[in-house]
């Protein structure tokens, strides 16, 4: 394993894990502002608005990016309610 393959490692496991409502928080105003339309068209805004305002985050040596939640080693949350009604 490389040094900079070590060092992410060791930072991950040296991270709490958290739970994160940022995505859920997005998602649900936009589902309220999008009321009476159709189904398919409120969840394409709804996932464009959580594209558009998720918070961003890039960690030192990291050649992949992308995350679902505000932090490392966070879990989204995420209502179920919202994803099937």
Do not use: H
């Not at 505000?70 to 209502?79: C, D, E, M, R």
């Amino acid at each position: 394993m490389n040094n900079r393959i070590s060092k992410l490692r060791q930072n991950l496991f040296n991270i709490e894990p958290r739970v994160c409502s940022q995505r859920c928080k997005i998602f649900t105003e936009s589902m309220k502002k999008s009321e009476g339309l159709f189904n398919s068209e409120r969840r394409a805004k709804a996932f464009y608005e959580v594209l558009d305002k998720m918070s961003l985050y890039i960690n030192e040596g990291e050649l992949i990016i992308g995350n679902m939640a505000k932090w490392p080693k966070a879990s989204p949350f995420i209502l179920n309610t919202l994803l099937t009604g």
